[in-house]
Each structure stands twice: as C-alpha cells, then as structure tokens.
C-alpha cells in the first residue's frame, strides 16, 4: 500500500512547459504528481502560449515569479545555470509540439515525462530513444488511466489462468464532447486537436484509444498485435481527412482477436472506456465509470465483482492501493500511481540501477513508440481502403 513516504533523499525538482490555466489536462499532471509530495516539487515552469496568463497562474500555483517563464527554450537554458535547476519536466502541450520539446529537454539533461500521442512518426520515437538512452535520461509518457491498480489485477489473473486462454480483447474510448461542430472554431482545447497540424494524421485515434491500447498491453503483456484493418470516418465532413469515429479490427500473434471502438461523436455517452478480455473458460471487465471494480464472469456462474483494497487481490493490485477498501479511489489516484513508478524509474536510473529498471512496469518511451506505430497504422489501413496491414 502506497503511503506518501520517501524514497529518495530529496524530491525531485519538476517544472512542467504546457500546462497552464485553460489546460485540459495540467491539473491531472499536478495532482499526479504532488499527491505524494515526497517525489515531486513544482519550481520552475513555462506554462501557458500567453507570457502573463502563465505567469499570474504559476505564481498562483507557488512557483516564484522568476522562475515562471514565458518561453521554454528560455526556461531550459535558464535552468541548467542554476544550482537548483530542474531535473525532470512534464510535456503537456498540444500533440505537435511534443517532440521537439522532449528533444530540448533531453538535450538540457532533464528526464522527461510527455503527453500521449508521444509523437508524430515512429522514427522521431527512434531517434528520441537513442537520445535519452545516451543521456541516460527517462522518458515517460503520460498515460494516466494506466496507473489505475486493477489493471494489473487482470493482468495478474490472466496470467494465473482465471480466464483460461485469451480469445477477444474487446475495447472501447468513445465519448459524445465531439458532437457539435461549433467546439472545432469555439473550444481552443478541440480546435487543435481537428487540425492535422497539429493534431497530428488522426483525431480519436492519437487522442483516445492509444491510451486504451496501451492499457490492454499492460494486463496483456504477452500479446502482440500481428495486423490490423481500420476503417475511420468523419461524420463532421470538415473534420476531413481527420477522423471523429473509428473501427479497427486486430489480430494478435496468440491466434487471439480484437476490437477498438473510440469515438468523439458517440452521442450522450459519458463513460465510454470499456477493457473486456474474454477467454476460454470466463471474462474480465473495467469500466471507467466504476474504476476501482472489475467484473470476474466465469460461464455458467454468478458474477463476481472484484473490488479495489480487498484483500483477495494480486499483490501488485495492492501494492498501488492507497486509500484502503470503503473509500472511492478513481483517476487522480491512476495519475498518482503513474507519476510515482516513473519517479521510481527516473531514481533507478540516476543510480544507475539498470536491472531494477528491467522490471519496472510503467508507461515508457517504448509504450509511447507503439502508440504512434498504433496510429500509423491504423492511418496506413483506413488510407488504403481498410486492409489489413502488419503491425510491425
Ligand atoms: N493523458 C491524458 O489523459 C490526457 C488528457 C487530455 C489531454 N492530453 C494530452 O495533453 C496534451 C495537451 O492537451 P490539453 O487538452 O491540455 O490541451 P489544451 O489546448 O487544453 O491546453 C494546452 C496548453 O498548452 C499551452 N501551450 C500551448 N503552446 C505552448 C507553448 N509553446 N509554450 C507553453 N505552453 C503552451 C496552452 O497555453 C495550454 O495551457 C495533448 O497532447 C493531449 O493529447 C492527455
């Protein structure tokens, strides 16, 4: 169980670029990382497009006024001077700008924790791992439902045999926030993410189901995708070529079968991020609306509903327990969870711990690459007329 207590003498020194006040997603970054205030400490950041919204805000947030900085190439310069400079920033900007600034943050010798979809092109994910392996730096990539802890409840369960042999990976990151045209000129946050420039050569696909696709590599780590078919289409026509819905089929090496459904025009749906793994002998369920239960459902029984904190659990499932059984746990614990295992990482790394690193399980830069071979391919199939393509 996870308490808050230390394991490094100190922690450590995080700035973020991106971020800032109208962010969808800083706030999930910070209570990530300062839930256990032992790991991380906010000094420094460049957090907003707009020089004085950024400022005011992380003057707000505690950080000091010199150290909220308008540009992040200033930022990472400045930095690097100081004696109590930054060690590890997190990227939360707008998908296009993702890989040039991981690149200058490797290069100013920080670890790096960034956004999904990591980046734009598998090589750019090459490259960059090379980079921090010469740095001997981390990179981390963000995806924070993945630290929720009965993920690797499943994952310990298939694992065991409770399910007998994996045969569908149903899953599912569909919403209905997409449905009014309006938001693509209205909402900042949507217009960048229609834009192919920035948004990269998908809408739903980058933005949604590469968290889910990670997800279900995490409680199936012994399959992988052989080949895939996607058919993607925008039924808000000036959405084109970016898709607003997408199907894709997949084939695993195992003989097993998949599906992805994810979707922004999924009208009325709220909660729409299923993981259900059927096998020979019964199924295993996770619904982010109920995220601290997953459904055990053995044929020809009763269903069993598996409960967070119980102490019936995997011991992995428990060990990233934090608030005990009675109390509702959900996604900040999840982004909590994350940010710890990539300190945990990012202090194995720093003392040169290499084999401590093998077996850590967390989002790193090759859970970020297979993302974005995710996304080429499912660009490359749905292009050529939704074939089937070869995942590797
Ligand atoms: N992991 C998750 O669960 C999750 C959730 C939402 C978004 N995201 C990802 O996070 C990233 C940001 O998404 P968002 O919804 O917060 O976008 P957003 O448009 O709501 O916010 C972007 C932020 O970046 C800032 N910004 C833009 N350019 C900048 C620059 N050059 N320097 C400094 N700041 C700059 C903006 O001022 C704003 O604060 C995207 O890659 C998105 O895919 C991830």
Redesign the pocket.
């Known amino acids: 169980m996870i308490n808050g207590e230390k394991f490094m003498d100190r922690p450590l020194r995080w700035g973020m670029?991106?971020?800032?006040?109208?962010?969808?997603?800083?706030y999930?970054h910070r209570t990530g990382a300062q839930r256990d205030a032992a790991n991380y400490q906010l000094v420094a950041g460049?957090?907003?497009?707009?020089e004085e919204r950024?400022r005011s805000f992380g003057v707000n947030l505690g950080v000091t006024a010199e150290r909220c900085y308008a540009?992040?190439h200033v930022m990472l310069e400045e930095e690097s001077k100081r004696e109590d400079g930054i060690e590890v920033v997190s990227i939360?900007?707008?998908?296009g700008?993702?890989y040039e600034a991981t690149k200058k943050a490797l290069e100013a010798g920080l670890h790096v924790i960034c956004?999904?979809?990591l980046f734009f092109t598998s090589e750019e994910g090459e490259e960059i791992k090379k980079l921090a392996e010469e740095k001997r730096k981390i990179v981390g990539v963000?995806?924070?439902?993945s630290g929720n802890q009965m993920l690797l409840q499943m994952r310990d369960m298939i694992a065991e045999g409770a399910i007998g042999e994996v045969t569908m990976v149903e899953l599912q990151y569909t919403h209905g926030y997409g449905a009014d045209p309006e938001g693509d000129t209205k909402n900042?946050?949507q217009q960048?993410r229609v834009n192919p420039k920035i948004s990269g050569d998908t809408f739903v696909i980058?933005?949604l189901s590469t968290?889910t696709i990670y997800m279900s590599q995490l409680i199936l780590p012994e399959l992988k995708i052989d080949q895939l078919l996607c058919m993607r289409q925008s039924f808000i026509e000036s959405r084109k070529p970016l898709e607003d819905n997408a199907y894709v089929l997949m084939k695993y090496n195992t003989g097993a079968v998949g599906r992805v459904w994810t979707s922004a025009v999924n009208c009325g749906c709220v909660d729409g991020h299923r993981i259900r793994i059927v096998g020979t002998k019964a199924s295993l369920e996770w619904w982010d609306a109920i995220p601290y239960e997953v459904s055990y459902e053995i044929q020809g029984e009763p269903i069993q509903k598996l409960i967070r904190g119980s102490d019936y659990l995997s011991d992995a499932c428990k060990a990233d327990e934090r608030l005990g059984v009675l109390h509702v746990e959900g996604l900040s614990d999840a982004w909590a969870n994350v940010y710890r295992k990539i300190a945990l990482a990012i202090h194995a790394k720093n003392n040169g711990d290499e084999e401590a690193l093998a077996k850590m399980v967390y989002p790193d830069i090759d859970a970020g690459i297979n993302g974005i071979k995710w996304i080429e391919n499912c660009v490359k199939s749905s292009n050529q007329g939704s074939v089937w393509v070869d995942f590797e």
């Open positions: 670029i991106g971020g800032g006040k109208t962010s969808g997603v800083g999930k460049a957090f907003d497009i707009d950024g540009d992040y939360a900007l707008p998908n700008l993702h956004e999904k979809p963000s995806y924070g439902f900042p946050s960048w980058g933005d968290h």
